[in-house]
């Protein structure tokens, strides 16, 4: 939960079971978030449909187009993966200064499993910095089922890699991390570290799709409780 005043996030792309779910789980901690759109209503009717899921929480969750998002003190990347550096670069304006935590993953289905393609600069977040150099570009969330992020009756148990190259982006990225119960974020390297956090990801997605389940990542052996922060 957060320490002091609500963090206001903004999540472009929004609409999406990634957005949504994540959405509406930093809601649930307390933060006050935008679903953002290509299209405002299509985000105000998400917004409402978390909201009207949820009445007993009064989650402060509302939706808007993705430059109101965008604008926000934090903001979340959930775009389908092959349209958000287009995204962010149609944002600049928006996201100059700001830290942009990007939760994509290039990966495509091949036959029976999925497999990670490799972006122009190795992952999709340094493709993303690279695009847009005034945003400061985290990596993170990436591992994270939608399916399980969502429900919100549901504990979370996950452990989040966050890679960037900018240190207070980092940093924010942490402290949203662990504003979700649940939750530990721990620093995974640069953006240039990116790649195969990226990459893990479609082989958990062949994880879960052999064992018919919603498994994330949980490293073994980590040195402090749950709750410490992971600087
Ligand atoms: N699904 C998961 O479990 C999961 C978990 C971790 C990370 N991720 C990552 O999170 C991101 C979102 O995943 P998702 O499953 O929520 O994806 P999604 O539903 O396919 O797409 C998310 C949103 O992207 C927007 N969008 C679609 N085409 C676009 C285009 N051409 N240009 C701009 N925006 C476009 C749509 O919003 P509007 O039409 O409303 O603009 C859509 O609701 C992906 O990059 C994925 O790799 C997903």
Redesign the pocket.
Known sequence: MWKGRAMEVGIV?G???????LGARLAAAGATVVLG???AD??RAAAGEIIARWPGLSLEITGAA?EEAASREIVVL???????V??AVQLAAQLEGRVAVS?????TRVGPEFQALVPVRGS?AATIQAAVPGCRVTAA???????R?GELDQAMEADVLVCADDEQAAEATVRLVESIPGLRAWRAGSLASACAVEAL?AVLVNVNIRYRTHTTLRLAGMPRPKGETGR
């Not at 959930?78 to 958000?84: G, K, L, N, Y």
């Not at 969330?141 to 399916?147: D, E, R, S, V, W």
């Open positions: 792309g609409t999406g079971p990634a957005g949504r779910a759109s290509r299209d299509r985000a993705n959930a775009t389908v993966w092959d349209a958000v287009a995204t939760m994509a993953n290039a990966i999709l969330f990436q591992h994270l089922p939608a399916g992020l990801t």
